[in-house]
């Protein structure tokens, strides 16, 4: 059985959003789990742009994110808040927390 780690935690409504660092497979060290899938993925960065790409992580509960990952979140962050579709009003919900977290 392999060990996992926590490494980024989104909490949602009905459903969380965690990717696990586990130990090396051939399919990757990285799972992304949910309520309904398990992916693995080489890269923390190949399973964050799933959650990106699947997701409306800027507008869900960020629980948890392992220090070494969370210059990869501010960067996003900043590059997300820039885009024209970005809507401030859905993100308030969530930007106390994104900023305790990420400690922006």
Not at 1 to 11: C, T
Not at 53 to 61: A, G, M, N, Q, S
Not at 63 to 79: A, N, P, Q, S
Not at 86 to 97: C, D, I, P, S, V
């Given at each position: 059985?392999?060990?996992?780690?926590?490494?980024?935690?989104?909490?949602?409504?009905?459903?969380?959003?965690?990717?696990?660092?586990?130990?090396?497979?051939?399919?990757?060290?990285?799972?992304?789990?949910?309520?309904?899938?398990?992916?693995?993925?080489?890269?923390?960065?190949?399973?964050?742009?799933?959650?990106?790409?699947?997701?409306?992580?800027?507008?869900?509960?960020?629980?948890?994110?392992?220090?070494?990952?969370?210059?990869?979140?501010?960067?996003?962050?900043?590059?997300?808040?820039?885009?024209?579709?970005?809507?401030?009003?859905l993100?308030?919900y969530?930007?106390?927390?994104?900023?305790?977290?990420?400690?922006?």
């Amino acid at each position: 059985m392999e060990q996992e780690a926590v490494v980024l935690s989104f909490l949602g409504e009905g459903e969380s959003i965690q990717v696990f660092k586990a130990s090396p497979t051939p399919q990757g060290s990285f799972i992304l789990k949910t309520t309904t899938r398990r992916e693995h993925f080489k890269t923390f960065v190949r399973a964050f742009k799933r959650i990106d790409k699947d997701y409306p992580r800027y507008y869900l509960h960020l629980d948890f994110v392992e220090e070494c990952y969370k210059e990869i979140l501010r960067v996003k962050l900043v590059e997300h808040r820039q885009k024209s579709s970005f809507n401030k009003e859905l993100y308030q919900y969530a930007e106390m927390r994104f900023e305790e977290v990420l400690g922006v």
